[in-house]
């Protein structure tokens, strides 16, 4: 039998694309059943193709976020080479970048160029601030972004803020682009619309939304709350605790019936849970220190499995601290069957299936590109001859 055709099966997307924010959002189209053609600099491509050189001789970020597209090299500081984008973008869908500031003006892709130029395309456009703004003309990296939205001062331990691990600024703000896409052409199937259309997402824009229990807080209260490493300011008990065999559990309890089973099934100390210092969420986050040290204490008694057991059967929400080795082998994963095998220019490596599982379809985890690896056959799908392909290479526009 033939395998399933993707939700976006028959959409082609043409990728401006570097780091991690637009690559995420194409990659997710690509998994979804989306054509992705990845438009690079013939001097090196995207500059995360040479972060290391760990993934069989690639860089991990690249792997990551660009399987199943296709890459193609152009020279668009040439005329040659705008004018090679603007025959793709002739039969595209959907154009998605993330240049630096200023830099799609000045390939004449503004909204305004491409609605006359292509009428139908659907122009999504991923930056840093946003335009009219006092940052708008600045690099924006997902560090950056972090600090400027405050989300570091919100992450780590006071007087010691930190940069969530993840690209939560990218790959978020990837993920609303694609979002966004997704719409468009629903829209477009449902309603038969067509025309111009564009998308700008900015990844200041995105924090500040992730930010927004933070920001509620400050502006009712005038608190800055501090951060609080693997726990939260806004829920107690909530938190990290040393195991009697050298692990670390974490506890969560999310209202007062889960506290009053935390206390008296899992901890045994009714003396707690009729405390009432402890009696509603603000009074336990009131007095979390006091909380968070008997807690500890008892962990430190047991071990990780009669701790994850007691609290199991007691419904408290629990979970292991792990590392990134603990989570390549972890049996959930394996379990679940996650996993898959995707080629690269370097041989096949181990690669996640996209979250989203999707009844009736298998997404095609296709291939990392080589840089330039599919420029003659995209270029002769255009009807470019190999006479012209040769002369375009000569002249360094591929």
């Known amino acids: 039998m033939e395998p399933a055709a993707g939700p976006l099966a028959g959409v082609t997307v043409v990728a401006l694309e570097q780091a991690v924010s637009a690559p995420i959002c194409t990659r997710t189209l690509g998994d979804l059943g989306a054509r992705v053609i990845k438009v690079e600099n013939p001097e090196g491509g995207d500059f995360t193709r040479s972060f290391d050189d760990v993934v069989n001789g690639l860089a991990a970020h690249f792997v990551w976020v660009n399987r199943g597209k296709e890459s193609v090299t152009l020279d668009l500081k040439t005329p040659a ?181 935390l206390a008296r099934e899992l901890l045994d100390r009714p003396d707690l849970a009729d405390d009432k210092r402890f009696a509603r969420n603000a009074d336990r986050v009131e007095h979390r220190d006091l909380l968070d040290t008997e807690i500890a204490a008892w962990c430190a008694r047991h071990d990780l499995t009669h701790i994850q057991d007691g609290a199991d059967s007691a419904g408290i929400g629990n979970s292991r601290f792990n590392t990134p080795s603990d989570v390549i082998a972890h049996p959930h994963l394996v379990a679940r069957d996650r996993w898959r095998e995707i080629d690269t220019p370097n041989g096949p490596v181990p690669a996640l299936l996209p979250p989203p599982v999707i009844s009736g379809y298998a997404p095609p985890m296709g291939a990392v590109p080589a840089l330039g690896q599919h420029t003659d056959t995209v270029l002769a799908g255009l009807g470019i001859d190999a006479d012209e392909i040769a002369s375009l290479r000569a002249a360094g526009v591929l």
């Not at 154009?95 to 503004?110: D, E, F, H, I």
């Not at 703004?133 to 972090?146: E, F, I, M, T, W």
């Not at 001062?153 to 682009?177: E, F, H, N, Q, R």
């Open 81 to 261: 080479g705008t004018a090679v984008l603007h025959r793709l973008l002739d039969s595209a869908d959907v154009l998605v970048s993330n240049l630096t500031p200023g830099s799609t003006a000045r390939l004449g892709l503004s909204p305004g160029d491409l609605a006359v130029s292509h009428p139908d395309l659907i122009a999504v456009e991923i930056d840093g601030y946003g335009p009219g703004g006092p940052l708008s003309h600045k690099r924006a990296y997902d560090l950056l972004v972090q600090a400027e939205s405050g989300a570091c001062a919100t992450t780590g331990s006071p007087g010691a803020p930190a940069k969530p691990g993840p690209p939560m600024a990218d790959v978020s703000s990837g993920l609303y682009a694609a979002l966004s896409i997704v719409a468009l052409l629903y829209g477009r199937e449902r309603h038969g619309g067509s025309g111009p259309a564009s998308v700008a997402v900015s990844l200041f824009d995105t924090m500040t939304e992730l930010m927004g229990y933070s920001l509620n807080y400050t502006r009712h209260t005038g608190v800055d709350q501090q951060p609080r490493g693997m726990g939260s300011p806004a829920v107690a008990p909530y938190g990290a605790y040393a195991t009697a065999d050298g692990q670390t559990v974490v506890l969560g309890t999310t209202n007062d019936r889960e506290w009053q089973r």
